[in-house]
């Protein structure tokens, strides 16, 4: 049997082959294998435990770090020394990935109405924190109404303007379960200016003001899987909007100037 001679005692060798697999989601996970003598086998198990970084690993293509998950596999070899087989979870992006969206269309009384973005996405965060529109990390003018109509077809917008906004509080949870209570979601004004045109579309050289309210979309976890510190969520957001004079908590409203 050949014999093996170490070349710092006790030390923690890791093995020239190594393993990237990416998701769309943008988790990413590494493979490495590591050699110890078996003397030093508790030691390094220590070394490689769920949560720490791999050794002598830059984590890459990871941007915030690769940590080990589950419990590492270990091998005991008849030259004496001891294999670890380690997996980490990391993540190539706090960016959404993987939209699939609708567009809904919000009747908002006084013959007038506008469109909102509905969504699915997926998304990597770390597993302690809490779930918000924020740490979806959306481009803002995804949760705007659009294609705005008021009364006729040839009244067209001139000017919108967010008069201002209010907060409505909202309790969040993140992948482990903890809750935050002390989260807002917005309620925003839209002033929207349109210049008014007769039912045959004639000009009439007139403005005229309607404010539509709307709150900021609910989010709802489809599906997660946990990496440890790190953990992979299907999300929907959703506007879920109702019509009519009475609105629920999510919903929307118009009125005149």
Do not use: W
């Not at 013959?111 to 809490?130: G, R």
């Not at 481009?139 to 040839?154: A, K, S």
């Not at 349109?194 to 039912?199: G, K, Q, R, S, V």
């Not at 709802?220 to 959703?238: A, L």
Request: charged share 15%; hydrophobic share 35%.
């Amino acid at each position: 049997m050949p014999t093996t001679i170490e070349q710092t005692p006790g030390g923690l060798y890791k093995q020239p082959d190594r393993t990237v697999a990416t998701f769309p989601s943008g988790l990413v996970r590494i493979d490495q294998n590591y050699m110890c003598s078996n003397a030093a086998e508790a030691t390094h198990r220590e070394t490689l435990a769920v949560g720490n970084e791999l050794p002598e690993d830059d984590g890459y293509p990871a941007i915030d770090g690769a940590f080990i998950f589950p419990h590492c596999q270990q091998v005991r070899r008849g030259s004496g020394f001891t294999e670890f087989i380690a997996a980490a979870y990391g993540r190539t992006t706090d960016q959404p990935s993987n939209f699939i969206t609708t567009i809904q269309t919000v009747a908002s009384g006084q013959a007038s109405s506008y469109k909102l973005m509905n969504f699915t996405l997926d998304i990597v965060l770390p597993t302690e924190q809490v779930l918000t529109l924020e740490t979806l990390n959306l481009n803002p003018q995804m949760l705007d109404p659009f294609d705005f109509f008021f009364i006729n077809q040839y009244n067209t917008v001139k000017n919108i303007t967010v008069t201002g906004s209010t907060n409505l509080t909202l309790t969040a949870v993140n992948a482990q379960g903890e809750v935050d209570d002390s989260l807002y979601r917005r309620r925003r004004n839209f002033l929207v200016t349109f210049d008014m045109f007769t039912t045959t579309g004639d000009p009439t050289g007139t403005t005229q003001d309607a404010v539509f309210v709307l709150n900021d979309p609910t989010i709802k976890v489809v599906s997660q899987s946990h990496y440890g510190k790190f953990t992979e969520y299907k999300i929907e957001v959703n506007h879920n909007i109702t019509t009519g004079p009475t609105q629920g908590e999510a919903g929307s409203l118009t009125d005149l100037i």
